[in-house]
């Protein structure tokens, strides 16, 4: 248990920079949801 403890205290940071910066925000959503946020398209 306590080496998971510095990635929960890394996502709870990641948690709260969501909240306070919206550019933040949107490169986390770039990264973690490419197929509705991704500024590149890719074409098959």
């Known amino acids: 248990m306590k080496q998971k403890d510095p990635y929960l205290k890394a996502r709870q940071e990641v948690i709260k920079r969501l909240q306070d910066n919206p550019d933040f925000s ?4 770039e990264r ?6 991704s500024l590149r ?3 098959t």
């Open 26 to 29: 949107l490169k986390y959503l």
């Open 32 to 37: 973690k949801k490419k197929n509705e946020f």
């Open 41 to 43: 398209h890719e074409v």
